[in-house]
């Protein structure tokens, strides 16, 4: 099946520092990308949506300075948290749409998250 | 806007028990529907979808009927095994577009 690799698994950096979490598409090609943000015991929140070759496009409230997503090919994605503080200290999750997937709510694959503490 | 709300965990549960995970959803239009299941250490799994009312999505042993009167997509197994448990994520996504939104996920533990 699909597979969806984050890197890396855990982080955790001082306030002040940039972080950069890489998703990628390791047997398919992903056109589109989305970033999820989930706190603990809460559901996933979207946070943007990666395009191949394009802007993402953010959710409202997500601070598109603050959460930098880059989509340079159609298999990675990234996502730099920038001057990253404890509040921003959460599991980032990516997901992955085949671009070859025509129907509508089409399968998002997963990857596996990537905890960020923020000292 | 879309949410979509299901029951809190954790869901204790004996091997060979039945499993019933209740969703109800809000949305505009006819969304589509569905259920993911994250096992220990792992990403988000599809576990099944409906894509329109009266739908049933099946997979390993576990329904959901889409019910557009109940505004509902419940989860349910027969007999459930130790290797079920997880944290189970009910979604949907809009007709128009493919952005999902998630319930509060439903941890599930299976005793032998």
């Known amino acids: 099946g699909a597979v969806v690799s984050q890197h890396p698994s855990r982080v955790i950096c001082k306030s002040g520092t940039s972080v950069k979490i890489e998703c990628r598409s390791l047997?398919?090609?992903?056109?589109?990308m989305f970033w999820y943000r989930q706190f603990p015991k809460q559901s996933l929140m979207l946070m943007a949506t990666?395009?191949?070759?394009?802007?993402?496009?953010?959710e409202q409230g997500v601070e598109k300075d603050k959460f930098l997503i880059n989509h340079a090919s159609l298999t990675l994605s990234t996502l730099t948290v920038t001057s990253a503080h404890p509040e921003d200290s959460s599991f980032y999750i990516c997901?992955?749409?085949?671009?070859?997937?025509?129907?509508?709510?089409?399968?998002?694959?997963f990857g596996p998250g990537t905890r960020l503490l923020v000292l | 806007g879309n949410s979509v709300t299901q029951m809190e965990g954790p869901v204790t549960l004996s091997e060979e028990a039945f499993l019933t995970i209740n969703c109800t959803y809000t949305?505009?239009?006819?969304?589509?529907l569905f259920w993911y299941v994250q096992y220990p250490g792992e990403g988000l799994q599809l576990l099944l979808k409906?894509?329109?009312?009266?739908d049933k999505g099946s997979n390993k042993g576990f329904e959901a009927t889409y019910r557009k009167e109940t505004t509902s997509f419940h989860l349910e197994k027969g007999s459930v095994q130790v290797s079920d448990s997880a944290v189970y994520f009910c979604?949907?996504?809009?007709?128009?577009?493919?952005?999902?939104?998630f319930g509060g996920g439903t941890r599930v533990l299976v005793k032998p």
């Open positions: 997901s992955a749409r085949d671009q070859r997937s025509g129907e509508l709510g089409e399968t998002q694959y």
């Open positions: 047997d398919f090609q992903a056109t589109t």
């Open positions: 990666s395009n191949e070759g394009s802007k993402a496009t953010y």
């Open positions: 949305a505009t239009g006819y969304p589509s």
């Open positions: 409906a894509t329109k009312a009266d």
């Open positions: 979604a949907l996504s809009p007709a128009a577009g493919n952005k999902l939104t």
